[in-house]
DNA sequence: CACGCTATCGCAACACGTAGCGATAAGAGG
DNA sequence: CCTCTTATCGCTACGTGTTGCGATAGCGTG
């Protein structure tokens, strides 16, 4: 569904005079409230929760209100700007304008992430997409478990030590 | 950290004196409110909110709180009675005891899910075993994406047809 | 530049959980 | 059966989003 344009800046960049065009051609409109989420966009990288963007909204403008901004981040994930994975929690992560779409590994004892690339991540789903016909959104993924560090760290402690 | 005791019982239904027993054993206590949840939770089959939970509890107790039932499968689950994954929305879904643990896969256009059984779910896991030593919590991964019925209805229609 | 359509805004209410707190009661021990 | 410890309870307030609605304001058109 959503669409990802041609971009000829930086990765990890948003290209916001096109963001500004692509929502008018689409007959959306393009607000005091759009362009400042697109600042604070423009100067985040990696992966931050919605309601850390409104918390920097707020810093520019005090008055930034929730519900402009959850529907801007849907407005720009629709139209491919955006994406979202969920952490070990549930909420939703956003990522600007990944450089390639790459799926995460979360442990849950630890709370580290790790990036799978592109191709590993193809190589995860490559079964499902196999044996069911299943296109599998990569970039949503997030598989929850244990590290390597965290799973020897646990067999060497087995139990607390009397 | 979970642990998964052995039950005598037929898969899928929890053996609730057995929890009661091991709830004792626990330190912890025995009562009204959990031993209702258990029968709620005796009378369910597959995926179930905890919202949803709420609500039968309180068919049987209109005064059922929602903050005991949540911390009491909290409970069940740390004890292993319980496992949840995630729903395409990030909420979250509990299986009672499922008879063997699964992973899910979900469409996002039609929001059908299947269950990957374990065989299947390890071959999506191995290659991040492999290579990050990871070890996945498969009973929690659900992958989002677009099912073979979905992928060929887009494909047949590209655009509206005008 | 003024007009009109309607996308978007801010607000208030709601939904789903979570966390802290003082009161209650489970249940172990005598 | 009584006592004592403390796990659990219900309550309230909070955090994070979402939704419906009436008011506002983009922006395409003449
Ligand atoms: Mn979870
Ligand atoms: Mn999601
Ligand atoms: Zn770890
Ligand atoms: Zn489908």
Redesign the pocket.
Known sequence: MAVRPDRSVASGTIAWTQVRDE??AR????????RRILEVLEATRGHV???ELVERCRERDP??????V???L??LEELGYLSHSHSAAG??EFHVMPEAEHAHLQCRVCGRTWELDADEAESVVDPVARSHGFAADLGHLTILGRCAVCVSAEAAEPRLPA
Do not use: K
């Not at 007959?27 to 759009?34: E, K, M, N, V």
């Not at 008055?63 to 402009?68: E, I, L, Q």
């Open positions: 929502i008018r007959g959306l409109r393009w607000t005091a409230q759009r929760t919605g309601s008055a930034t209100t929730p519900s402009t959850y529907r801007t849907d407005v909420r939703e």
